[in-house]
């Protein structure tokens, strides 16, 4: 019988550790093809950005007056005629747009929560600021008009990225600071929020406590949420904005 029990207990074990294993390749294996989708998209911003040296606007309020006509309705549309994907919504799931990782909660109102992917369209900033250290324009969320839209033009040139090895362009959808993270929303942000439906769990378990995040000059990387939404040094701080500068007064 105690043999018996000793063998039982190291199938068990061994059982486990493969469960383990297994858990562990499928998680790789989803990070690396929501790394190539955050690749593919880096592509089409940069064949963006050699077509017209300037980088897409956040939204594109105007563009139904025929402004900015290359920027479309915003950032996403850009790159998706970039990409010449012929996508919507309702299919966005079979799309380089979609994380493989990044489920809709039952509980989260489908309004919002709509994106895999976000853009750095504003840098260090909060959701007051009229200007913006991003890429999605040189204004920022504080910048309302007197129609009372938003306006993020004019956009960012090419040259005012001052290094673009170190700029971070686009990554998971995912909006932080140093106590809560947000997930499902269309920007890539380093400014307040706070724990959206829980969202702060599922971003941590999203890709196991990192994001998949593409520069500005193609590279992509995978760095933790710690480093990207809690580390304060110049390090962390100077990736999210396009003048390479820390900008601690806006934390």
């Given at each position: 019988m105690i043999e018996l029990l000793v063998v039982i207990s190291i199938i068990?074990?061994?059982?486990?550790l493969l469960l383990t294993a297994v858990f562990q390749s499928k998680g790789r294996a989803l990070r690396i093809q929501c790394a190539n989708?955050?690749?593919q998209l880096g592509i089409a911003l940069q064949g963006f950005v050699q077509d017209n040296?300037?980088?897409?606007?956040d939204v594109n309020g105007d563009f139904?007056?025929?402004?900015y006509s290359e920027h479309h309705f915003g950032w996403m549309d850009a790159l998706t005629h970039e990409l010449e994907l012929k996508?919507?919504?309702?299919?966005?799931q079979s799309s380089v747009w979609f994380c493989p990782?990044?489920?809709?909660?039952?509980d989260v109102p489908k309004e919002f929560f709509f994106a895999s992917y976000g853009y750095n369209s504003f840098g260090v900033s909060t959701n007051k600021d009229a200007s913006s250290l991003g890429l999605g324009g040189h204004n920022g969320m504080g910048n309302l008009r007197a129609d009372g839209k938003i306006v993020f033009a004019p956009p960012v040139n090419e040259s005012e990225v001052a290094n673009p090895s170190d700029m971070m362009a686009i990554g998971d959808g995912l909006i932080g600071n140093s106590l809560f993270v947000q997930d499902g929303s269309a920007f890539f942000w380093r400014t307040a929020t706070d724990d959206f439906f829980g969202s702060t769990k599922r971003a941590f378990a999203r890709h196991q406590g990192k994001a998949n995040v593409v520069f500005c000059d193609g590279h992509v990387e995978s760095p933790t949420l710690q480093f990207l939404f809690e580390d304060t040094t110049d390090d962390a701080l100077i990736r999210w904005n396009r003048d390479h500068l820390p900008h601690r007064e806006k934390l």
């Amino acid at each position: 019988m105690i043999e018996l029990l000793v063998v039982i207990s190291i199938i068990a074990i061994l059982a486990a550790l493969l469960l383990t294993a297994v858990f562990q390749s499928k998680g790789r294996a989803l990070r690396i093809q929501c790394a190539n989708n955050v690749r593919q998209l880096g592509i089409a911003l940069q064949g963006f950005v050699q077509d017209n040296h300037v980088y897409p606007l956040d939204v594109n309020g105007d563009f139904s007056k025929g402004n900015y006509s290359e920027h479309h309705f915003g950032w996403m549309d850009a790159l998706t005629h970039e990409l010449e994907l012929k996508i919507n919504r309702s299919n966005w799931q079979s799309s380089v747009w979609f994380c493989p990782v990044a489920s809709h909660p039952s509980d989260v109102p489908k309004e919002f929560f709509f994106a895999s992917y976000g853009y750095n369209s504003f840098g260090v900033s909060t959701n007051k600021d009229a200007s913006s250290l991003g890429l999605g324009g040189h204004n920022g969320m504080g910048n309302l008009r007197a129609d009372g839209k938003i306006v993020f033009a004019p956009p960012v040139n090419e040259s005012e990225v001052a290094n673009p090895s170190d700029m971070m362009a686009i990554g998971d959808g995912l909006i932080g600071n140093s106590l809560f993270v947000q997930d499902g929303s269309a920007f890539f942000w380093r400014t307040a929020t706070d724990d959206f439906f829980g969202s702060t769990k599922r971003a941590f378990a999203r890709h196991q406590g990192k994001a998949n995040v593409v520069f500005c000059d193609g590279h992509v990387e995978s760095p933790t949420l710690q480093f990207l939404f809690e580390d304060t040094t110049d390090d962390a701080l100077i990736r999210w904005n396009r003048d390479h500068l820390p900008h601690r007064e806006k934390l």
